[in-house]
């Protein structure tokens, strides 16, 4: 993780895309919510390539060539929300604890620096003999 944007829960999440972005990115992945933003990709990052889901379905007309490149999209996808899970299997952090608008981000800030490091324990602790 190297970034955390908190909004109300009335604001979508492709409106902050441009927010999450470093500008480093060589790929982006994204599911059906960031579908159509690959100019807001650009912007934000120029080398990177868009690799958000695309429709399969139109009408009665059914895409196979990209519903296999949605599957591939997925699997990666799939490890990008690991850090997802330990955030609430491991931390607890199912709902939203407090009331106010910035209390929660500062939570969640802390929290996400503890899942870096929850990741990367084993590479950081002292190898025993």
């Known amino acids: 993780?190297?970034?955390v944007i908190t909004t109300a829960a009335s604001?979508?999440?492709?409106?902050?895309l441009a927010d999450?972005?470093?500008?480093?990115?060589?790929?982006?992945w994204g599911d059906g919510g960031y579908q159509g933003?690959?100019?807001a990709i650009l912007a934000a990052a120029p080398k990177a390539q868009d690799m958000t889901c695309r429709r399969t379905k139109y009408k009665d007309?059914?895409?196979?060539?990209?519903k296999r490149k949605n599957t591939t999209k997925a699997r990666v996808r799939a490890k990008v929300?690991?850090?997802f899970r330990i955030l609430k299997r491991v931390f607890g952090f199912t709902k939203v604890r407090y009331r106010g608008i910035w209390k929660n981000p500062l939570w969640l800030c802390a929290a996400f620096a503890l899942?870096?490091?929850y990741q990367h324990r084993y590479r950081l602790a002292p190898q025993r003999a």
């Open 81 to 83: 929300e690991h850090p």
């Open 1 to 3: 993780m190297h970034s």
């Open 61 to 66: 007309y059914v895409d196979e060539q990209a």
């Open 115 to 117: 899942v870096n490091l």
């Open 11 to 16: 604001v979508a999440d492709k409106h902050m």
């Open 20 to 28: 999450l972005l470093h500008g480093e990115e060589r790929k982006v």
């Open 37 to 39: 933003q690959t100019e």
